[in-house]
């Protein structure tokens, strides 16, 4: 097999690891580049296990990557999230574990904690081989991951999640909101729910998260009232969670995504900046 069909071979999991590494499609897509790049400047003698060698290499360009983004997310405008994507689009490994709802609750974990859970708990790898990818220990990585499961426990949903929840609070929530029904939004609303929100500075949202059932129903109820009307709305599924898409003048202005927590919604997830919806034109 020549150099091009064994990158081809595992395109999918570098493609899937720097999304969920960095939160952005085209990001990712560069990262992959890049590392096509290097692939092709050593001899194939010098590879010994070329996922290995492809693996290390993505990582540490994430690492690199997520250096210097941390840097500028100091001076986002509000609050930062992930780009919404379907799970086709990110590559097959690790789309069930690795919802939208984990991916904001791994911007919390340090770069370092971050690789090694993906790695070793989505991907599979041990932790002697992240060991090598990252320049550590074995059990220095496993203390990472382990850092990280905590920090991500702590942000998961306390209850569990009825099935198909997630489509029927969506479909609710849409015909709430449409016919302005106060009453009819907070009943889907836990009482301690959370709207973030993310308009990079672009457009208007919420600079802060928008807390409590009261406060977000009332948003929205309001929204009606001002004929703040998308012309479409569609049901949609993105990294794990259903949710709806606003559709204006033939393009995404607006998703948003439901994580349920028990019967509710526990969080809402409201993606707005321009940059992050391109990708979802109609």
Not at 144 to 169: I, Q
Not at 230 to 254: I, K, M, T
């Amino acid at each position: 097999m020549d150099s091009a069909a064994i990158f081809e071979e595992h395109r999918a999991f570098l493609h899937s690891l720097a999304y969920r590494m960095l939160g952005i499609l085209a990001d990712a897509e560069d990262i992959v580049q890049e590392a096509w790049l290097r692939w092709v400047a050593v001899p194939a003698a010098e590879i010994d296990a070329p996922r290995s060698f492809l693996a290390k290499t993505v990582t540490r360009l994430c690492l690199d990557h997520l250096k210097s983004a941390r840097v500028r997310r100091e001076t986002y405008v509000g609050e930062w999230l992930p780009e919404p994507v379907a799970d086709e689009e990110t590559g097959a490994p690790g789309s069930d574990e690795v919802s939208y709802a984990m991916l904001h609750a791994m911007e919390r974990l340090t770069p370092t904690e971050r690789a090694a859970f993906l790695l070793h708990d989505v991907f599979g790898e041990s932790f002697e081989e992240i060991g090598n990818f990252l320049s550590r220990t074995a059990e220095s990585c496993r203390q990472l991951a382990s850092r990280a499961r905590k920090h991500l426990k702590a942000e998961a949903p306390r209850h569990e999640v009825e099935a198909g929840a997630g489509r029927r609070l969506a479909t609710a929530f849409l015909k709430a909101a449409r016919g302005g029904d106060l009453a009819g939004l907070k009943r889907l609303l836990l009482d301690d729910a959370i709207l973030i929100s993310d308009g990079g500075g672009v457009v208007r949202a919420a600079l802060w998260p928008i807390y409590g059932s009261d406060r977000i129903a009332r948003m929205y109820e309001s929204l009606t009232r001002r004929n703040r009307i998308p012309d479409e709305v569609r049901e949609v599924r993105f990294n794990g969670l259903d949710g709806l898409a606003y559709v204006r003048e033939g393009q995404v202005s607006d998703v948003m995504l439901f994580e349920p927590w028990g019967a509710k919604i526990g969080r809402m997830y409201v993606m707005r900046n321009p940059g992050k919806l391109e990708r979802l034109g109609i």
